[in-house]
T-cell receptor, first 116, second 109 residues
């Protein structure tokens, strides 16, 4: 149990376009989902916390108008990178938390974004 | 703020033991996770410590001392497949995870 999927697993887009990444909890309801970004040889950096039915909470330094997060249901959160630039190229990972399972987060397989 | 430190790289021989240390200074503490991450993949859960002491799970053990802000992950009987990055992460009061930079472990034959 506790499987989280992401789609797509990798995507290449042109500079200036927008890309949407989906994060789904497959066998549980996730009231909270988290979005991370990981640059090569670096650790995961939390971008935002997404709660179902409410606005996402962004970490300091993360532009909310550039990284749009929608948590429309208990099993789906989406991250849209708007007007992507080459510096947005990174590995984006989501995680989900079960409300009755303390602090553990279940991670998706990640999405490799390359902006050309 | 959160400050989590771990060594960047470690190398060990197949069959040996390696200990990865993690020290932390965080605002709020609700436990510490260790994750394994292979290149290009998502982190996978290894252990969670919230009370002081040693938690043993097969070849992997994790230790926590809250008073010292210190944890370690012990990998025994190293196998080639254990070559990966190991991430120390602290849970704060609002369920957020703060990650260390990760320790890349290379296992040599």
């Amino acid at each position: 149990g506790a499987v989280v999927s992401q789609h797509p697993s990798w995507v290449i887009c042109k500079s200036g376009t927008s890309v949407k990444i989906e994060c789904r909890s497959l066998d549980f309801q996730a009231t909270t989902m988290f979005w991370y970004r990981q640059f090569p040889k670096q650790s995961l950096m939390l971008m935002a916390t997404s709660n179902e039915g409410s606005k996402a909470t962004y970490e300091q330094g993360v532009e909310k108008d550039k990284f749009l997060i929608n948590h429309a249901s208990l099993t789906l959160s989406t991250l849209t990178v708007t007007s992507a630039h080459p510096e947005d190229s990174s590995f984006y990972i989501c995680s989900a938390r079960q409300p009755d399972r303390d602090y553990e987060q279940y991670f998706g397989p990640g999405t490799r974004l390359t902006v050309t | 703020g959160q400050n989590i430190d771990q060594p960047s790289e470690m190398t060990a021989t197949e069959g040996a033991i390696v200990q990865i240390n993690c020290t932390y200074q965080t605002s709020g503490f609700n436990g510490l996770f260790w994750y394994q991450q292979h290149a290009g993949e998502a982190p996978t859960f290894l252990s969670y410590n919230v009370l002081d002491g040693l938690e043993e799970k097969g070849r992997f053990s994790s230790f926590l001392s809250r008073s010292k802000g210190y944890s370690y992950l012990l990998l025994k009987e190293l196998q080639m497949k254990d070559s990966a990055s190991y991430l120390c992460a602290v849970v704060s009061n609002d369920y957020k995870l703060s990650f260390g930079a990760g320790t890349t472990v290379t296992v040599r034959a």
